[in-house]
């Protein structure tokens, strides 16, 4: 027996009888994001937070941080 994520399920909706989910596709992008967009902030962080310069962390975040799985 082998189970696969989906989604997430958020709500039962009661007088419909289904459920209310998100696509674990979706999840998985806005995971990446925020897991990118923190990496970054670090990474300007410790360069000393220079103003205009924040594209070379992003690329740096991209290259860190590929994929989830």
């Known amino acids: 027996l082998q189970a696969r994520i989906v989604g997430l ?5 009661t007088p419909a ?9 979706l999840i998985r992008e806005f995971l990446l994001d925020v897991l990118r967009h923190d990496e970054a ?3 300007w ?3 000393g937070r220079p103003l ?7 690329k740096e975040a991209e290259r860190r941080i590929p994929e989830l799985w």
Do not use: F, M, P
């Open 9 to 13: 399920v958020h709500l039962w909706n």
């Open 41 to 43: 902030y670090t990474l």
């Open 17 to 25: 009888k289904s459920l209310i989910a998100t696509r674990v596709e």
């Open 52 to 58: 205009g310069d924040d594209l070379q962390d992003w």
């Open 45 to 47: 962080e410790e360069r």
